[in-house]
């Protein structure tokens, strides 16, 4: 009965320190998918700033060399 009682202890010694491991790691993704998804929207912003909201116009564009 000690042997299985200690056996218990130590399985749920490990499964504490795995949890906290893992939390660790989420916690980390979680900070780091913050910080893509804020670079990501600053660079949408760039991108929506440099293209022209209207198209220019083929009459508005000079003709090709050869005419």
Not at 2 to 19: C, H, K, M, S
Not at 39 to 45: D, K, M, Q, Y
């Amino acid at each position: 009965m000690e042997e299985r009682i200690i056996r218990l202890e130590t399985t749920v010694a490990f499964n504490e320190q795995t949890l906290a491991e893992l939390n660790d790691f989420v916690s980390a993704q979680q900070m780091q998918l913050q910080e893509l998804a804020e670079e990501l929207r600053r660079l949408g912003e760039r991108v929506r700033l440099l293209t022209p909201s209207d198209p220019p116009s083929p009459k508005d564009e000079p003709p090709p060399p050869h005419y």
